[in-house]
């Protein structure tokens, strides 16, 4: 027995460690979520101070030139406080980044260079530099959404294929929004006759959005994010509001 009284004492010992971290935790973890809420806090202002003054200046006469060309930084702003407010950073989390933007990026490529994924459309001087006439920041809008959206509905209590219909459906209401602005901001503009938004446009956004949104749940990556459902109400309100 004298041999097995010094193990007894250290499983004694950790015994009495993991009853005393038991009790300490939750007293712990009370002030965590106080301190996370209140960066959350920031980061939604700063979204939102940030769309706010692009909805006042684009409302303006005398600003309007100036905030279209500067709207891209609106959307490197979404994108570097989306960044800070990730919780958990693995190779999955990553790729998932990856993908999407170079995905969203590559698909509005072939869409510009051969008309047959949205329709024929042109993008305009607004959005930045381009690459086969596309500007580069479309991969960043569409990990803003795909990213966005897909945090918002991830832990709803429903099935993989109902969440992805859902958040293609979602964003299909929001490329409805988003449309009109577009064009008046020079994002875009459709060289179809009239000018009109084909259907095929609204189909192929439900359509990508769906496999985008399939990828982003398969993939199990811990995306998880406060701010971002903050955000996308942001861009919706801000498309919202420059439609009246």
């Known amino acids: 027995m004298w041999v097995l009284s010094p193990l007894l004492s250290f499983r004694n010992f950790f015994f009495v460690v993991s009853c005393r971290r038991k009790l300490i935790n939750p007293f712990m973890q009370d002030t965590y979520p106080g301190k996370r809420s209140s960066t959350t806090t920031t980061g939604v202002t700063l979204l939102g101070v940030t769309y706010l ?95 966005s959206v897909g945090c918002t509905i991830k832990d709803m209590k429903v099935g993989l294929w109902a969440k992805c219909f859902l958040g293609a459906a979602i964003l299909v209401l929001f490329d409805i929004l988003m449309e009109p602005v577009a064009r008046e901001m020079d994002l875009w503009d459709w060289q179809t006759k009239e000018r009109a938004i084909p259907l095929q446009n609204y189909f192929a956004w439900f359509f990508i959005s769906f496999v985008m949104f399939i990828y982003f749940f398969n993939l199990r990556a811990k995306v998880r994010n406060n701010v971002a459902p903050f955000l996308f109400v942001i861009m919706m309100l801000f498309f919202l509001i420059m439609n009246i």
């Open 53 to 147: 003054l692009f909805t006042i200046a684009l409302k303006s006469n005398l600003f309007f030139q100036t905030a279209t060309r500067l709207f891209p930084l609106a959307l490197i702003i979404s994108l570097i406080v989306l960044l800070f407010y990730q919780k958990h950073w693995n190779i999955r989390s990553l790729s998932f980044l990856f993908v999407i933007f170079f995905g969203g990026f590559f698909l509005q490529a072939v869409a510009t260079e051969t008309g047959i994924i949205y329709g024929d459309f042109a993008y305009g001087r607004s959005l930045g530099p381009k690459l086969f006439g596309t500007p580069l920041i479309i991969g960043i809008l569409w990990l803003l959404l795909i990213y």
